[in-house]
């Protein structure tokens, strides 16, 4: 093997090395950013809900039980990723988050947010 062979294959073993490193952490930054931001959604819409059961103190209005709650999720619609439904206290389906508009049909694909994460 000559010399000239020798670097040349050390610096294309670095550059796929470096390009590998790399991917992997870009890959796990978007993992982490959709993470949180899924998070951040949670969030917002756990103080809505919060807000509003607390200060309704799940008050009867048109005479049905948790009218309130029922009337502040109607007007809230869609909280970012997150789909909502309130079922009553037999268990039936009372309401249910209007589908997302934004990119609709459309996912992530399993490598980028599936279960096979390291960090899930």
């Excluded at 590998?20 to 931001?37: Q, Y």
């Excluded at 049905?64 to 009337?71: E, F, R």
């Amino acid at each position: 093997m000559s010399l000239r062979f020798r670097i040349n294959l050390i610096i294309t073993a670095l550059i796929v090395l470096f390009t590998l490193v790399t991917g992997e952490i870009i890959v796990d930054d978007t993992r982490r950013s959709i993470r949180e931001e899924m998070e951040a959604g949670t969030k917002v819409t756990l103080q809505h809900l919060n807000t509003v059961l607390y200060n309704s103190d799940l008050a009867h209005v048109g005479g049905k039980p948790n009218g309130v709650l029922l009337s502040f999720l109607q007007n809230l619609g869609r909280v970012r990723a997150h789909e909502i439904r309130f079922y009553d206290s037999t268990g039936a389906l009372v309401y249910t988050s209007p589908p997302s508009a934004y990119k609709a049909g459309r996912a992530a694909p399993d490598w980028c947010c599936g279960a096979s994460s390291p960090t899930a």
